[in-house]
């Protein structure tokens, strides 16, 4: 465990004894966006406790019935106070006569705990040389860096404060196309608090921020620089994902990106634990997208897949019983398993379907 001892206490909307918590982002000069639609009045409940101890608060799922247009005001007033402005500063090299020089950047950032542990994006913080902190009543705090996970573009800071409000946490699995979305944030660096509303365009849809494919949920709600790493919620105010990007070419609008905030849970957790993701696990091959498929080319000695006795040329069908189509989504059902579990997989092999039993086995098992 790292620094700060005590884990945060989550508030969350999950099923009993499980907990989800929810994130993403924006860009380096940003910071606020806002979802809407027609939404609902928040409901909570009373804290339960997950698995790990840690007490959630877990709050209403998303609606599934017919939703009456009501005004979002009061569920933007309840989530506001959740979500921060974040501003940076970094040492750069480059070519200048000085040989160095100091830029600085902006993004946003959701509370996690009362107790100061706030999400943000990887590429918020990362190579920042300070951290600074505005809360929604104005408030600046120091920050300093709990951990990072570029794979999935996360990060904790922390701030030393107390009484903060944190985000009730939803569950991004129970989406649903058109469902309301109400992103908040700090678009340019300079408009904290920023709300823009607008629904789930898309679930599950695949892009590719710094050379990762990322299963992200899609948006219409208008997104901006700076809004990386602030909160989208649902039409009961729960956290559902965190903003991380944004398509922006000539022409194009209506177009912004999440990380599921039930995706996010579990790295958060050891991020907070161990300041970096140490559970992941591997399974030792080099992947190849094919029109029909996604297929093994190459197999590391001594990992995970060798020893289960997969082989280049194997077309995986099947990880864990979820059919895969791309490498994308085959790191998404990887993540959340843990070193030490046992997975099976279904490949076919000439022309024969073929089912392994695969132990995960970690970068230092190998």
Known sequence: MNQYNQPPRFRQKSSAGKWILGLLCAAL?????GYGGSLLAMKTTEPSKSQSGVNITQGSSPATGRVEAVDVSDVVNAVRPTVVEITTE????????FGQYVSQGAGSGV???SDGYIITNNHVVEGARSIAVRT????EYDAKLVGTDPSTDLAVIKVDAQDLQPATFGNSNDLKVGSAAIAIGNPLGSLGGTVTTGIISALDREIVIDNETMVLLQTDAAINPGNSGGGLFDASGNLIGIVNAKQSASGIEGLGFAIPISDAVDVLQELIENGAVTSRPLLGVSLQEMNDGIYIMQVSEGGSAAEAGLQTGDKILSFDGH????VAHLKQQLRKHRIGDVVSMEVER??????????MKGQDQR
Do not use: H
Not at 90 to 97: D, F, R
Not at 136 to 139: I, K, Q
């Open 111 to 113: 509370i996690m705990s």
């Open 90 to 97: 970094s040492v750069t090299s480059g070519n200048s006569l």
């Open 350 to 359: 000439d022309g024969r379907t073929k089912t392994v039993e695969v132990t």
């Open 29 to 33: 000069l940003g910071g606020a966006a």
């Open 323 to 326: 059919e895969v189509d791309s």
């Open 136 to 139: 929604a009543d104005g408030t």
